[in-house]
Each structure stands twice: as structure tokens, then as C-alpha cells.
């Protein structure tokens, strides 16, 4: 069994994922040798796998899709902003051998906003989608105090069960205003693949920032649709990815890694 310190992260599928490389980074500004590895989980075997994880001497781990309710049924406690969200994408394990759940999405999200220098307090904020992804960062875009936030997404009633927990607006895609919103976010399921939202390019006629969740390629058209609409800045999701990722390893190893240098040389290594 190797003695260096032993994280992962959980996903299906997993091959793609940037995770090691961005962990290796922080560790090496900290000064320490770690390990990190993807781990394929199978549908419904999540929590075999964890478990085999953490008995195997893994010291924490990060969840991606589609397995962030699943760990939040799994852990034995929950952070405030995991019950918050409704899911776990960062597994700590605890001195008394219990494994605690957090989400660092959110946190991730509104610092790279705020890193770009685009402010969200008295702003008007629209989320496009009404998944987990928008649950998940909802309470902290809300802490920022932004003016209006708007979760629209194609089905109207998916919307409207988050705004009625939210306590902030639905609305159908369809139904957007013209030129209204100074930040637009985008979280719906079809990023991932690429796809662009169903919604009029005049959307972006007033915005400040078009941000997409995903990074690389399957950002690039939504940047385009946004830009074409009027949006005068747009941004991928590397920085949410980066973000999320460095408060997961301050919460495993009382370190904070410097995000804008990790940042920087994903980008200059193509996300390498």
C-alpha cells in the first residue's frame, strides 16, 4: 500500500476527467507528494465503491455525474451547504472513521465569476437548466445578493420547484425577456454535449458575462451564440472546475492552493 496520501475522484464516465491533474498541481504548490486516480463507479455501485475506497485507506475523494445524490444518500453527515444543494461532491473522511459530505460547486462558480472581475451583488443573474448543476450553486450565487435571479429552463415546472425553494424566479426558456440580465450562467444538461440553450441570442443583448459551467470545446458554442447576441464577455467553466476542485483539497488538507496560477497552466497545457 503506497504512504503517500490517497484521494480520487468518482464518476460515469470518468476517463475525461481533469480532476488528477488539477490536485496534482495544488500538491506540488503545497509541497507534497499525493495520489489522486479516477474511479469508474458502475450504476448502483457507488456506494460499494466508496466505501471499498475509503476501507482501502483513501483519506477523501470528489463525485462527479452521475453519482452526487447518490454520495449524498451515502455519507454520514452533511455540511450545511451539501443539505443546502441536495448533493455531495466532496467526501471527507473524518478522525473518527465517518465520512463527511460537502459541496464545492457553488464556491467554485461565484469566485471565478468574481476573479473576472464581473461584481453579482444588485445585478440581474439568470441560470439556464434547473438540474443539479443550477441547485447546486443557487445558495451561493444568492449570498452575493444579486438583485434577480431567474432559473429558467424548457420545462416551466422544473424551474418552479427550485424557485419555490429558493425563493427566487421561474421562468420557461421561451418566455425570456429581451436585453435584460447582466449575467447569464449556463447549467442546463445539454452543455455537456455542446449544445447551444433554446432561447432567443437577444437574451444577451444586456449582459455583462455569459458563463458556461462546462469548459473546452463543449463550451465554444454557447460562447458564440452569446457573443452573437450581444454578451460582451464570455467565460468556460475551467475556473469553476479549478475553484470547486481547491476547495475540496483546503477542506481535505487545511491547504489553499493559488487558483489563478492552476488556472493558467491548464490553459497554456490545453487542460493537460
Not at 483519506?59 to 453519482?67: E, M, Q, R
Not at 450545511?80 to 478522525?95: C, D, F, P, Q, Y
Amino acid at each position: 500500500m503506497s504512504l503517500k496520501p490517497r484521494y480520487a475522484v468518482f464518476g460515469n464516465p470518468i476517463a475525461h476527467s481533469k480532476s488528477p491533474q488539477i490536485h496534482l498541481r495544488f500538491a506540488r504548490q503545497e509541497g507534497v507528494f499525493i495520489e489522486y486516480e479516477r474511479i469508474l463507479a458502475e450504476p448502483e455501485q457507488f456506494a460499494a465503491a466508496a466505501a471499498r475506497f475509503f476501507a482501502e485507506g483513501g483519506l477523501g475523494a470528489n463525485v462527479t455525474v452521475p453519482f452526487k445524490t447518490d454520495a449524498y444518500d451515502w455519507v454520514n453527515e452533511h455540511s450545511e451547504r451539501a443539505r443546502t444543494a441536495g448533493a455531495v461532491n466532496t467526501l471527507i473522511l473524518l478522525s473518527d472513521g465517518r465520512v463527511r459530505g460537502d459541496n464545492t460547486d457553488g464556491i467554485g462558480l461565484v469566485n471565478d465569476i468574481l476573479r473576472q472581475g464581473a461584481a453579482i451583488k444588485a445585478k440581474k443573474v439568470l441560470l439556464l437548466g434547473a438540474g443539479g448543476a443550477v441547485r447546486g450553486v443557487l445558495q451561493p450565487l444568492l449570498a452575493q445578493m444579486p438583485a434577480e435571479l431567474v432559473v429558467a429552463n424548457r420545462t416551466l415546472s422544473k424551474a418552479a420547484a427550485l424557485a419555490d425553494a429558493f425563493g427566487v424566479q421561474a421562468c420557461a426558456l421561451a418566455d425570456l425577456p429581451h436585453a435584460h440580465f447582466d449575467i447569464v450562467i449556463n447549467g442546463t444538461s445539454g452543455g455537456l454535449g455542446g449544445e447551444v440553450p433554446a432561447i432567443n441570442a437577444a437574451v444577451f443583448g444586456a449582459c455583462e458575462l455569459a458563463y458556461d459551467m462546462v469548459y473546452g470545446e463543449a463550451a465554444a458554442a454557447f460562447a458564440a451564440f452569446a457573443r452573437a447576441g450581444g454578451a460582451r464577455t464570455v467565460s468556460d467553466g475551467l475556473g469553476m472546475l479549478v475553484g470547486q476542485a481547491a476547495a475540496s483539497y483546503q477542506l481535505w488538507r487545511g491547504f489553499a492552493p493559488d487558483i489563478a496560477a492552476v488556472i493558467h497552466d491548464m490553459r497554456e497545457a490545453h487542460y493537460a
